[in-house]
């Protein structure tokens, strides 16, 4: 089993819709969950940071952390169809951004 | 605007030739940086983190002989592929850990290099 479940889509909407993108994982350690997009060709970049359990909200992007579940989301609220690109969840057991464990990423497509 | 870079973006090269990737953090000054391979439809897994002036620890099943990792400066790391065979054609990528000012502090991750071993 691997220690990050991640469904790789792609997840296709249209522009406006909300989004649900989620990560299981196995791992009781992990306290530290982080989402990363990434276009093509390029880099992931950090969205959304989040320590422990718990929401956190930045614009159009929440971040859900359910600990007891060991499952996290992320929810993107008015898509756009810049918002197309695969979203991948990260976790860490320690701090200063450490030893990351990646989800697979989930491919998202936003039609105008 | 990018803040680590990776060079070359790709290569293709010959079977049992040697590969050189770099790694370069252009605003800050990163102490640690990590090497991470991707292959199709699979997550980013971490091979080894680099610490400046020190020697690099690689995680469980990945060949340090093989992978040689070389961080001498505070902006720059290598990672060489030894004998490159065609079963290491990946995506390679490098992450470099660092807090720039009004910036969260988190890894920042190059645009990765393609590398296809023919």
């Known amino acids: 089993q691997k220690e990050v479940e991640q469904d790789p889509g792609p997840l296709s909407v249209p522009e406006g819709a909300i989004v649900s993108l989620n990560c299981t994982y196995s ?13 093509s060709r390029k880099g992931p970049e950090l969205l959304m940071y989040t320590y422990s359990s718990g929401n956190k909200e930045d614009g159009r992007f ?22 197309s690109a695969t979203y ?15 989800g697979t990423g989930t491919r998202l497509l936003v039609s105008p | 605007g990018a803040v680590v870079s990776q060079h070359p973006s790709w290569v293709i090269c010959k079977s049992g030739t040697s590969v050189k990737i770099e790694c370069r953090s252009l605003d800050f000054q990163a102490t640690t ?3 991470y391979r991707q292959f199709p439809k699979q997550s980013l897994m971490l091979m080894a983190t680099s610490n400046e002036g020190s020697k690099a620890t690689y995680e469980q099943g990945v060949e340090k002989d093989k992978f040689l990792i ?13 004998s490159a065979h ?22 920042y991750f190059g645009p990765g290099t393609r590398l296809l071993v023919l």
């Open chain 1, 88 to 102: 991948l969840c990260a976790m860490s057991a320690s701090t200063g951004f450490q030893k990351l464990v990646f």
């Open chain 2, 33 to 35: 940086m990590f090497w």
């Open chain 2, 86 to 107: 065609p079963e290491d054609s990946s995506f390679y990528i490098c992450s470099a850990r660092g807090l720039i000012v009004g910036r969260q502090e988190t890894q």
């Open chain 1, 62 to 83: 929440t971040a859900q952390v359910d600990k007891s579940s060991k499952y996290i989301s992320l929810f993107i609220r008015d898509s756009q169809p810049s918002d």
């Open chain 1, 27 to 39: 791992n009781s350690a992990f306290q530290y969950f982080m989402w990363y997009r990434q276009y």
């Open chain 2, 70 to 82: 070389n961080h001498a400066s505070l902006t720059l790391s290598t990672l060489t592929v030894t």
